[in-house]
């Protein structure tokens, strides 16, 4: 992917970092128009909202569909901003160029579906070249952690002509509970970045933390992983929102968090360190997760030893599970004293639970 253009850049003096901010979905006139006044008065140059919105369940609130494309329309003409908005087929690509809508996302359940990006693509490469020149295109990584399939996906519509092509990461899901709605898995956008270095990498801390109190932090990461920029969910009432409420700030809030973002200089010293640091961030909460998952298998055991009048603590078990991990752990560079202190700090934990589970 060679000779891409910055995003944004003829259109606005495009400085780091990139911000598009808007609600999830576009639900009515007023809405629309009154939180894109608030986020122009914030400085921010191009309006998201989802007009066609792909929910995981049926019965959900799915987008206005074509009648909002006339809202973002007049976003663009009231305001200046551009608008922007997700499409996830031909149709929706054909009637939201038709409309006058110049920036185009394309979702996770989409980019993961190759027939679908072609399909998109398809619609892309037919458009005269004036109109082609103008489209910026973003591509967010697919809902499953595949890098190539998130590479093949960008490729489809690079294919097609587009030169003002970006990335979104919005994370990845995953089953069971998590401190973050989408992990971010920091590793597969960085190494996207490593690979195209001339790719604009936007981050979407809205998807990844599924609340609003997340936003922030994940912003400053990801200013801190050199990300071009933003794609926040803003509503003017995000409590009613009809979607995504929890993970909507309001205009204001989101102009208090940009206003304390720390942009450091590409060359700061500190920028491998902080690079490190996010590592050890990521991982750090991928270790909570783990023992969570192990802390709800010992609870299940827990309550089979309850059915089953067995003690909770069975001593061969434990010196046997402790001399194993010792053992791998020297193997690992690790301390023995280190590992048996951590394994004694979760075998307690688990008894305390599973003692719990049979006094109830
Ligand atoms: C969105 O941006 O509102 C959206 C549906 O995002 P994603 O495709 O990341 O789930
Ligand atoms: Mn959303």
């Given at each position: 992917m060679k000779d891409l253009k910055p995003l944004f850049s003829d259109t606005f003096n495009a400085e780091r970092p990139i911000v598009m901010a808007g609600p999830c979905s576009a639900e009515n006139e007023e809405q629309v128009l009154s939180t894109a006044r608030e986020l122009a008065e914030a400085g921010i140059k191009v309006f998201r909202a989802g007009v066609w919105k792909p929910r995981t369940k049926p019965g959900g609130f799915e987008g206005i569909g074509s009648p909002a494309l006339e809202w973002m329309?007049?976003?663009?003409?009231?305001?200046?901003?551009?608008?922007?908005?997700?499409?996830?087929?031909?149709?929706?690509?054909?009637?939201?160029?038709?409309?006058?809508?110049?920036?185009?996302?394309?979702?996770?359940?989409?980019?993961?579906?190759p027939f679908a990006m072609q399909e998109i693509a398809d619609v892309l490469s037919a458009l005269p070249s004036q109109k082609l020149d103008r489209l910026t295109v973003l591509v967010k990584n697919p809902v499953n952690p595949d890098l190539e399939l998130w590479i093949g996906a960008l490729q489809r519509i690079y294919n097609a002509g587009v030169r003002r092509l970006g990335a979104i990461h919005r994370g990845f899901s995953s089953y069971g509970k998590h401190i973050y709605r989408n992990p971010p898995q920091w590793r597969i956008p960085i190494e996207l970045k490593r690979r195209y270095p001339h790719l604009p990498l936007l981050c979407d801390p809205s998807h990844i933390g599924g609340k609003r109190e997340m936003v922030a932090t994940l912003c400053q990461q990801a200013l801190d992983m050199n990300?071009?920029?933003?794609?926040?969910?803003?509503?003017?009432?995000?409590?009613?929102?009809?979607?995504?409420?929890?993970?909507?700030?309001?205009?204001?809030?989101?102009?208090?968090?940009?206003?304390?973002?720390?942009?450091?200089?590409?060359?700061?010293?500190?920028?491998?360190?902080?690079?490190?640091?996010?590592?050890?961030?990521?991982i750090d909460d991928e270790l909570l997760e783990i023992l969570a998952r192990r802390m709800a298998v010992c609870r299940e055991v827990g309550q089979y030893k309850r059915e089953h009048g067995m003690p909770v603590v069975q001593a061969g078990r434990y010196n046997d599970l402790m001399q194993r991990r010792v053992d791998m752990a020297s193997d690992l560079g690790m301390g023995s004293d280190f590992v048996r202190s951590v394994l004694a700090a979760i075998h307690e934990e688990s008894v305390r639970q599973q003692l719990e589970i049979c006094s109830e």
């Open positions: 329309i007049k976003v663009q003409e009231q305001t200046g901003m551009m608008a922007a908005t997700e499409v996830a087929n031909s149709r929706h690509t054909t009637e939201a160029l038709a409309a006058g809508i110049e920036v185009l996302w394309i979702g996770a359940r989409t980019s993961a579906n990300f071009e920029g933003f794609i926040v969910e803003s509503h003017c009432n995000p409590d009613c929102a009809l979607s995504d409420k929890d993970q909507q700030v309001t205009p204001e809030v989101l102009s208090f968090i940009l206003g304390n973002l720390v942009c450091r200089s590409e060359t700061s010293s500190t920028e491998n360190l902080s690079m490190l640091r996010q590592r050890i961030d990521s």
